[in-house]
């Protein structure tokens, strides 16, 4: 959609044969530039960051929409893996933001993009990490709108539900096929509301819009929405009771010498 409306696009993932496919398909409308980096990585984003400011010092639109999680309860997830899920969610799109908004305030024009989830709102069952990495994208949102907003670049937070994507083809998430089948949303939906924050930008956007009653349900009964949210995302069978932990977080590794 956006490379319809004459914007080159840089596309970032792990995937390159992918990337490589989608950039030749969206190379008939504009240019794009595959780059395949993994964003769990600080020193891979550092230097995606370089390639992507050599190759295209002026960018306009800044969409950090990489995610993944993992639908198991905390204490069953091994540390590491809490880690990697806040740099792809949280810390990732930190790096991006700090690289590409000075030029976006240089210039008076531009718009950053988060997407979030409708977890942040509510941690849902298995989703810990995941939540408080996509909460913390909420809050600094809100706080770089507040920070910049007589500058010209506008902020955005989209909330997008069940969205019909290989997010959810991970075994962990099967557990959520059926409400994937009822409530799930086609991505397209989601990318159409995306685009519309170009021309009406808004700071929060839900999707589908009838989400906001969780805030309104927040709002009036903390305790309700917590029964509601763990009744709706909880899983059919009770995982197995974790062995108990002697050292809650892992010891660091020994520091290695270049």
Not at 21 to 36: F, I, V
Not at 107 to 124: Q, T
Not at 200 to 229: A, K
Request: net charge positive; hydrophobic share 45%.
């Amino acid at each position: 959609m956006l490379a319809g409306r004459g914007y080159a696009t840089v596309l970032i993932a792990r995937r390159v044969d992918r990337l490589n496919e989608l950039a030749r398909e969206l190379s008939a409308h504009a240019p794009s530039m595959p780059l395949g980096i993994d964003l769990s990585e600080p020193g891979a984003v550092k230097l995606g960051i370089q390639i992507i400011a050599q190759r295209h010092p002026r960018i306009d639109v800044l969409v950090n929409n990489a995610g993944f999680g993992d639908y198991r309860a905390m204490l069953d997830q091994p540390f590491e893996l809490l880690r990697r899920i806040h740099e792809v969610n949280y810390f990732a799109a930190v790096a991006f933001t700090r690289a590409f908004l000075p030029g976006m305030i240089e210039r008076r024009h531009g718009h950053v993009i988060n997407i979030a989830s409708m977890a942040a709102k509510f941690g849902p069952w298995g989703h810990g990490a995941y939540a408080g990495a996509k909460a913390a994208l909420v809050a600094m949102t809100q706080s770089l709108a507040c920070e910049y907003a007589s500058t010209g670049v506008h902020f955005s937070c989209v909330h997008p539900g069940l969205v019909r994507t290989e997010f959810f083809r991970e075994p962990g998430y099967r557990a959520l096929d059926g409400q994937l089948a009822r409530h799930g949303v086609p991505a397209q939906r989601v990318a159409r509301a995306i685009l519309r924050l170009l021309d009406h930008p808004r700071l929060e956007l839900c999707v589908p819009w009838y989400y906001r009653v969780l805030d309104w349900c927040r709002l009036l009964s903390p305790g309700l929405t917590l029964r509601l949210v763990r009744g709706q995302s909880r899983p059919a069978v009770s995982p197995p009771t974790p062995e108990p932990l002697v050292h809650p977080i892992e010891p660091p590794k020994p520091a290695e010498h270049a």
